[in-house]
């Protein structure tokens, strides 16, 4: 089973760009699907971003099209997510996760998915 470790999240202006890391170890990313999540306070946790282990073809949740790029290096068991023109309205813990239902109109997680620590992103001046 693969176990997923989320890291690069941190304060940023709005405007600006962070790259966040989800690293894998104990089995190889090249056959899943990936997605990232995030949850700010308050809210439910939603989908942002995915790769699809039917068609590997990348989605996005709507609010972050044209910002937001997903990205894998399977040689480094790693996942990117690119986010750029960040806004305040991006703040949220962002995770990632191998349990994911990926289609171009909806970014879900399955029933049995489990979490790692995420990583805190906040936008604000």
């Known amino acids: 089973q693969v176990q997923l470790v989320e890291s690069g999240g941190g304060l940023v202006q709005p405007g600006g760009s962070l790259r966040l890391s989800c690293a894998a170890s104990?089995?190889?990313?090249?056959?899943?699907?990936i997605g990232w999540f995030r949850q700010a306070p308050g809210l439910r946790r939603e989908g942002v971003a995915c790769?699809?282990?039917?068609?590997?073809?990348?989605y996005y949740t709507r609010s972050v099209k044209g910002r937001f790029t997903i990205s894998r290096d399977n040689a480094k068991s790693t996942v990117y997510l690119q986010m750029n023109n960040l806004k305040p309205e991006d703040t949220a813990v962002y995770y990632c996760?191998?349990?994911?239902?990926?289609?171009?109109?909806?970014?879900?997680?399955?029933?049995?998915?489990?979490w790692g620590q995420g990583t805190q992103v906040t936008v604000s001046s």
């Open positions: 790769i699809s282990s039917t068609d590997g073809r990348d």
């Open positions: 104990g089995d190889s990313l090249d056959y899943y699907g």
């Open positions: 996760t191998t349990d994911v239902l990926c289609y171009a109109e909806y970014i879900g997680y399955a029933d049995w998915v489990s």
